[in-house]
């Protein structure tokens, strides 16, 4: 198993979870986070005064996966959060160790 963390533009969001859904993929989890990479994040101006915006709002996709999945969610993420543009995200896999459905106690692959 992995777990699949995706880090995209925040209105690319419901693009991304309709096309992973479209794949049969289940379950994911979202978190509205704030970072930079190499956009060192961006200037703004308010009221005639400007403002460096150093971290950058984004969302966390986390989808965990049976490795049999991967590639096609890993296509799926890069296809659908894409804009061509500076700050597009990363997309990270992790192995996965266990999984438990808590309801009924399934562990592993069956979890998911």
């Not at 150093?54 to 096609?72: T, W, Y």
Request: aromatic share 6%.
């Amino acid at each position: 198993m992995k777990l699949v963390e995706a880090i995209i533009k925040p209105f690319k969001l419901d693009e991304v979870k309709d096309a992973l859904l479209e794949i049969g993929i289940q379950g994911m989890t979202v978190t509205e986070v704030k970072g930079f990479g190499r956009q060192k994040g961006h200037k703004e101006t308010y009221r005639g005064q400007e403002y460096t915006i150093e971290f950058v709002p984004k969302v966390k996709v986390e989808v965990a996966v049976q490795d049999s999945q991967v590639q096609r969610v890993l296509d799926t993420i890069t296809r659908t959060a894409k804009t061509g543009s500076i700050g597009d995200g990363k997309i990270f896999v992790r192995d996965l160790e266990t999984a438990v459905r808590i309801r009924t106690g399934e562990t592993g692959d069956t979890a998911l």
